[in-house]
Structure formats: structure tokens, C-alpha cells
């Protein structure tokens, strides 16, 4: 199975603290990361935010948005009365000790402006939980639209890979009669260079025997095919899968420039050409595969 890392993803809830908005983008990463602009007072909620997200995917950045409509309370200021009886305790404790004179009233405890703290920043866990509803129900669009771009993806993965099944066949069917030609072209033009002279047949067969094994493209071949099995299997797979993937054409990216290099004939350089050629197509979709 494979899924998208692009997607997008709106929620909403209203509840008994206000009514809450979120919206989730993702797209392509290499690993897994987020950018979330949360109100005032959301700060120290972030990291459960991104608990939320890594639970639930694995690679993608993310940006989030949180847009926040308080209840009527919310957003008042709130007297700390604590604070407020310390800081008045400790102004008179200063005055006494330091016989200082003038009058300790309102307007001096009027500027502390400390003492004062805006509901906005008192965040409850009942907030939390009706935000989080929000966010679920964002997380379930955005999930959706990844997976539904992942299967347009796997489909044309797959096609692909099938492509590359037949052009691989080709090769091998091909190399064969490559191998023959080239070596009765390396005797011919052997022969004509010791013409004249004594010519020991099975040294000449010796040498031509060690070319083949050298320019042999049959273990490259082998690989290719392991390795687009593997492919079709990780596939089949639950994600993610997009970096095994990636490994993967890299890996046949090489092989197939080695058979290219060894082959020396023009039928199948050109299918490697091919080869390569449907491969980047799949390399570079696979970069949008978690």
C-alpha cells in the first residue's frame, strides 16, 4: 500500500470553551516535520499536537494552523490574587525596614501590571479535549487525501515496474546472440592481426573465454530482477515505504549503467536507455511516497 506525503485536511468544533479551526497541510520530507502556528497560550500544547501527528504518519512536513473562537469569558483579565498578597506583603516589609515614606494604595498595586493575567493564556485540559476534535477531524481529511493520491501513485508505480519487467526480458533474450557476435568480431579481427604467423586456437579460445566472463551482464540482470521483485513487494506492504523504495531504484539506476557499459551493443543500450528513462519517472514520484 502506498500513500501520499501531500494532502491537506480542515476540522472544526465548537464546544462549551468556543469553537476551534484547524487546518493541516503536508507535503514531501525526508523525515518527519512540523510547523504548527497556534494562538497565545497554545505554545505549551504543541508537543501533544505533534504526538497526535507522529502517531498517526511517519514522514511529511506539516503545517498547521489553529484559529481559536473563546467563549465570552475568555480573553477578561484575571486578578492573581496570591501574587497580589505577596507583592502587597513585601512592599510594606520594604517600607518598615527602610522607614520609607508615602502611602501604599491602588495606584501603586494598579501598575504592577504582573499580577493581571489574561484568560487567553489559562488554557484548560477541556480546551485541549475540544481542540483535539478539531484537530482529529482535520488529521482524517488530510489521511484521506493521502491515501487516495497513494493509490493514483502505486497505480502508475506499478505500471512502471511492469515496463521494466518486459525491458529487462528484453535484454536477456537479446544478450545471448550480443555475446556470440561480439566475440566472433574480437576472433575475426584477432585473426587478421596475426595473419601470417602461427595462431594458438586455444589460447585465442582461452582469452575469449575470460572476455566473456568479464563483460558477462547475467549476476546484473539477476539483480535487477531481485530487485524489482522487492519493489513489487513493499508495494504490497503497509507504509511507509517510500524511502525503501528510493534504495531501491538507486540501486538499479547502477546496475543498469553497468549492463549498459558491458553490453557493447546497440540493440541493448538502447533498452537500457529505456530502462533508465521509465526508472527516473518512477524515482521521482517515489520522493511523494511516505
Known sequence: MVRSMTGYGRGEYEGATGSYLVEVASTNHRYLELK???PRGWTAFEPRVREVITRRFRRGHFDLFLVERADGTRGEPVLDWGLAERYLEGIRQLKKRFRLPGRIDIQLLAGARELFQSRDSLITEECWEEMRKALDSALDGLEEMRNREGRAL???IREGLETMWGLLGSIRSRWPRARDEHQQRIRERIEQ?????????LRLEQELSLWAERWDITEECIRLESHLRRAQEFLDQDPPCGRPLDFLFQE?????NTISSKASDAMISH???EFKTELEKLREQVQNVE
Open 154 to 156: 502505486e497505480e502508475q
Open 252 to 256: 538499479m539506476h547502477r546496475e543498469a
Open 271 to 273: 533498452q537500457v536507455i
Open 36 to 38: 504548527a502556528r497556534l
Open 193 to 201: 592481426m596475426m595473419e601470417g604467423s602461427s595462431l594458438d586456437g
